[in-house]
């Protein structure tokens, strides 16, 4: 046998259990996200450098337009973008233990789109913009979301299978809506509520990260607590019962704590693609562990949304695409690559 | 714990012991509104091995999910020493009532050794993950399944009477008085099925374990069990020493099954021949 897969620290009555391999991703994840924010501070028509970020840091300022390029526009875009990212990554590991299915996402359960069409209610039917879209967007993805769960509900209990059902029922409606609004609107409303529609984190502000990182700061907390009993529910609530789980509380408090990160995240950026699909599950597979880890799938999420964004600063051809059709360009290769690869065994209901 | 042997006593001559620590109380468990089974009244014989037996659908699985509030009742209550247990925190009632349902399924992935550590649940806490009694009581439990040898194999990789020896293995890691199994023996060869058998005895006999399990095969019920419950319908019909209790009588009224009883002459219980 070769080196134990677990670490157990070990203090007086206290103990933790630690997966080896999991620790060292999490470790190297977090490493790129340091590297890959310092470039995204770095990045931009105004050159910045380290040495000139960490005279800000400490105070010292070379000039007033650096501090106001980095405090005011690019720091506020960097959290937006790592914020989203990980309340993505966090919110789909949730939902994909609850429903046992690799599918069973935030964007693919209707969740997103309950977002989406709260924004564009506001936006076209009462002709709302700046802030208040944020607010729609989260009470249309908070709606959906318990709507979604009284629907899957039955004799008190959400099966897996119903909730992933009932939210791809409820998602294409709402999608429907969706377009049916697009259409329906002014042009130009229509027009700027389909940038919101892309999903972007151009010209975050402050306004933007406040919400997100309260909630995320917030929630975090709670959802690691969560996510040990969540965890025993793999193995089937007639097993987990019995266990001493609270089986339908933690269900539906997990499900709760989910939908609000997934709404913070689509409200502060609008529809983040695939973020919430993929991060939880390359956090599992390249973790190989055997329950889903947390921490591994809210830094994946923050990783993959930063390197987006990376990605469509640097994109040749002076193409500014928005980061949710990276996101779900890459998103879709990876898609192609989990059903080609045959790796959905642990995800047939 | 209670660490009585009684591995000497044959099971007719065991005393009548102690008063029942669980016990339902006027149950009616319900199922997607269905009433499944109404008003059942009864003691789970403390110490002691017992074994429910009834056809198809009448109310056995359901009962046991109903014993430990995995089936909340519709009415009646089910008491531990006294409390109901639909009031007790669900880890208190877990270090005392264990299961082992009929369907469970492993994460992928997870080793024997990490699902097995799972049972410990009811003893541990957020910052309480694995302490070194977890570790023994895990390696002892995993002995005693007899699967202590794959330990660190992927449980998706195991046979299925493999399988289900190391979720015996969880449910003994539980380490709890009392212990429910529904229909532990599906899945395994005649072999194997025996030989969990006398593995569930040896804990009630050794250890002092009370323990409920469903089984469909009668002669093998008739066996292992020190008491037998009689289910038909949603109700108990009989209940009692297999010896007292199997009459070509009982096998007509409850399965409709034309038989003969005759004693096994290997372990002297009544065995069930079909006409």
Redesign the interface.
């Given at each position: 046998?070769t080196t134990a897969?677990?670490i157990?620290l070990?203090w007086r009555?206290?103990?933790?259990?630690l997966a080896r391999r999991a620790l060292w991703l999490n470790i190297i994840l977090f490493g790129l996200l340091v590297i890959g924010s310092t470039t995204a501070l770095m990045l931009g028509r105004l050159p910045i450098g380290t040495q000139e970020i960490w005279q800000v840091i400490t105070g010292n300022a070379p000039s007033r337009a650096v501090e106001h390029v980095l405090i005011d526009i690019r720091l506020p875009r960097l959290l937006v973008t790592i914020g989203a990212g990980a309340a993505l990554g966090t919110s789909g590991a949730v939902f994909q233990t609850i429903s046992?299915n690799p599918l069973g996402s935030p964007d693919v359960i209707g969740f997103t789109a309950g977002a989406a069409t709260g924004a564009l209610i506001w936006i076209i039917v009462f002709g709302g913009t700046g802030a208040n879209v944020v607010l729609a967007a989260m009470a249309g993805a908070l709606l959906t979301g318990v709507g979604v769960y009284l629907l899957a509900r039955?004799?008190g209990r959400v099966s897996a299978y119903r909730l992933v059902l009932t939210g791809i029922g409820v998602g294409a409606v709402l999608h429907a809506i969706n377009a049916l609004l697009l259409v329906k609107g002014d042009l130009d409303v229509a027009i700027s509520a389909n940038l919101w529609l892309a999903g972007s984190v151009d010209g975050r502000d402050w306004g933007h990260v406040w919400p997100l990182w309260l909630g995320l700061i917030a929630l975090m907390g709670p959802m690691l607590?969560g996510m040990?009993p969540l965890?025993?529910m793999?193995?089937?609530?007639?097993?987990a019962?019995?266990?001493?789980?609270?089986v339908e509380r933690v269900r539906r408090w997990m499900l709760l704590g989910a939908l609000i990160l997934a709404a913070l995240a689509t409200s502060a950026t609008g529809p983040i693609a695939f973020v919430a699909l993929a991060a939880p599950q390359l956090a599992r597979r390249l973790g190989?562990?055997?329950?889903q880890p947390l921490i591994g799938a809210t830094l994946f999420g923050a990783c993959l949304m930063l390197g987006a964004d990376l990605l469509t600063r640097v994109a040749p051809f002076d193409l500014t695409m928005p980061i949710g059709q990276v996101t779900g360009i890459i998103g879709g290769v990876y898609l192609i690559w989990l059903l080609a690869g045959n790796r959905l065994?642990?995800g047939a209901p | 714990m209670n660490a009585i042997s009684r591995s000497h006593n044959a099971p007719n001559q065991q005393p009548t012991t102690n008063t029942p620590r669980l016990q339902a109380q006027g149950l009616s468990l319900s199922y997607?509104?269905k009433v499944v089974s109404a008003d059942i009244s009864m003691g789970v014989e403390e110490g002691k091995f017992s074994v429910i037996i009834g056809p198809n659908g009448c109310g056995k699985s359901t009962l046991l999910?109903g014993l430990?509030?995995?089936l909340p009742p519709s009415a009646g209550q089910v008491l531990l020493d006294g409390h109901d247990i639909a009031r007790l925190p669900?880890?208190?009632?877990?270090?005392e009532?264990?299961?082992?349902?009929?369907?469970?399924?492993?994460?992928?992935?997870?080793?024997v050794v990490?699902?097995v550590a799972?049972?410990r649940?009811?003893h541990q806490g957020?910052?309480?993950?694995?302490?070194?009694e977890d570790e023994r009581i895990v390696a002892m439990a995993m002995d005693a399944a007899g699967v202590a040898d794959l330990a660190?194999h992927d449980v998706e990789a195991l046979s299925g009477g493999q399988r289900q020896r190391v979720w015996i293995a969880?449910v003994l890691a539980?380490e709890t008085p009392i212990l429910?199994l529904d229909e532990p023996t599906t899945y395994l060869d005649i072999a194997h099925q025996l030989e969990l058998l006398s593995l569930l005895r040896q804990l009630n006999r050794e250890r002092g374990r009370t323990i409920v399990a469903v089984l469909h095969d009668l002669n093998q019920a008739c066996r292992y069990a020190d008491h037998l419950v009689v289910m038909t319908a949603g109700k108990i019909v009989a209940e009692g020493t297999p010896k007292a209790l199997m009459t070509p009588d009982l096998l007509q009224q409850v399965f409709g099954l034309d038989g003969i009883i005759i004693d096994d002459p290997i372990s002297h219980t009544p065995m069930i021949v079909p006409r």
């Open positions: 046998m897969p677990n157990v070990r009555g206290w103990s933790l259990l046992r039955k004799d607590l040990r965890g025993m793999e193995m089937g609530d007639d097993l019962g019995p266990l001493g789980v609270p190989r562990a055997p329950t065994r642990n | 997607a509104g999910r430990c509030n995995l669900p880890r208190k009632l877990a270090q009532i264990g299961l082992l349902p009929q369907s469970a399924q492993a994460p992928p992935g997870i080793t990490d699902l799972r049972g649940y009811p957020p910052f309480r993950q694995q302490s070194a660190h969880l539980q429910l």
